[in-house]
Nanobody, 114 residues
Framework: QVQLAESGGGLVQPGGSLRLSCAAS????????MGWFRQAPGKQRELVAM???????NYASSVKGRFTISRDNAKNTVYLQMNSLKPEDTAVYYC????????WGQGTQVTVSS
């Protein structure tokens, strides 16, 4: 069993920055992809960013150039640096880890508002 602990959400003004973290613990044999999804009220959950075990990354077009995903394999942790935040980035952000099975974090609220 794998547990995911997310942190870093909160309220920020438009143009501001936040950094999300997600640490995986438990019975981890190998982690493949790690990433972030988000779900805004009334909308479907969508991919924000993903990174593979080899270091390749993939971003939603709406966040390219503003968000950066990174991972620390020694700590089994994935990060999402979010810059130039917009009101439309407001959502619950979920950490995702693929370690033979798919695991999800509990979600952390990000609110962008003046």
């Amino acid at each position: 069993q794998v547990q995911l602990a997310e942190s870093g959400g909160g309220l920020v003004q438009p143009g501001g920055s936040l950094r999300l973290s997600c640490a995986a613990s438990g019975s981890i044999f190998s982690i493949n992809a790690m990433g972030w999804f988000r779900q805004a009220p009334g909308k479907q959950r969508e991919l924000v960013a993903m990174t593979s075990s080899g270091g390749s990354t993939n971003y939603a077009s709406s966040v390219k150039g503003r968000f950066t995903i990174s991972r620390d394999n020694a700590k089994n942790t994935v990060y999402l640096q979010m810059n130039s935040l917009k009101p439309e980035d407001t959502a619950v952000y979920y950490c995702y880890v693929n370690a033979r099975l798919a695991y999800w974090g509990q979600g952390t609220q990000v609110t962008v508002s003046s």
